[in-house]
């Protein structure tokens, strides 16, 4: 039980030391670069034996650190957000048949994303965001019943003219998506449209305004308006502990003047 228990004290002081971390954060980045360059077809047909036991040995390092952590943390493992997500990323990217099969190849890179649970500014950002989600749901619900009703509406209403962009929902829906970006719409969809149907031209411009100089913008301000709020809270909760901890070291010394007199 002894040994066990020195092994395990050892181990985490292996795992939450810097150079632990930088040892990680340095295989992830090679790891990378590793993958950038299997994507040249030239190397990748010169090299693919290195680039195999490359990401073999990279595979091994990635699920050694994990099992070590779930050895050491055993429940507590699962209670930090971040080990959970860089678990789902080792088992995805480390499954049997993984190398041989292309789509799960490509899974690879997203290693990649491991770097967020690294660095602390980084997962800042990403829990600020997430935290940020409810505040905007409403607007993104809004957002998405206005885009729905103008996929039926286009569909109904150009699908006959137009079955290249219009012909199903879901052609409707890629079409309005393109619309939206404002890439190429004029030329490709809408002015054809308009030659043959009237209700295209102002179709178009109420979808436009609505979906991109309307809702995106207010989902933008939204989504900056929860952050800030977020980021007030927690800072209003940083100043309630310093003030309670204040108060604590001031009655523990009116405490001591009392007894010394």
Do not use: C
């Not at 490509?106 to 994303?113: A, E, I, P, Y």
């Not at 309307?214 to 800030?228: C, E, P, S, Y």
Request: aromatic share 12%; glycine share 2%.
């Amino acid at each position: 039980m002894k040994n066990t228990k020195n092994s395990k004290s050892k181990l985490l002081m292996f795992l939450e030391h810097k150079l632990f971390d930088r040892f990680i954060i340095s295989a992830i980045m090679i790891n990378t670069i590793a993958l950038a360059l299997e994507t040249n077809i030239p190397l990748s047909d010169s090299f693919g034996k290195e680039f195999f036991i490359v990401n073999l040995l990279f595979s091994g390092i990635f699920l050694t650190e994990i099992t070590v952590k779930l050895f050491v943390y055993r429940k507590k493992f699962f209670k930090d957000g971040w080990n959970n997500f860089d678990l789902i990323v080792v088992i995805a990217t480390t499954l049997p048949g993984a190398q041989s099969i292309t789509a799960l190849r490509s899974l690879r890179v997203l290693r990649l994303l491991r770097l967020t649970s690294q660095f602390e500014s980084l997962r800042r950002v990403v829990e600020q965001i997430i935290k940020a989600i409810p505040g905007v749901f409403s607007t993104i619900a809004l957002f998405l019943l206005v885009y729905v009703i103008g996929a039926i509406m286009s569909t109904l209403m150009f699908q006959d003219i137009s079955p290249v962009y219009f012909g199903s929902l879901s052609k409707s829906t890629f079409s309005l998506f393109q619309i939206m970006t404002l890439e190429a719409w004029s030329s490709n969809i809408a002015r054809p449209l308009i030659e043959l149907s009237p209700f295209a031209s102002p179709f178009f411009i109420l979808f436009i305004i609505a979906t991109n100089f309307i809702l995106i913008n207010f989902f933008v301000a939204v989504f900056i308006d929860a952050t800030n709020s977020i980021n007030t809270n927690e800072q209003n909760h940083k100043i309630l502990s310093l003030e309670k901890k204040l108060d604590v070291l001031i009655s523990m010394q009116e405490h001591n003047n009392k007894i010394e007199k």
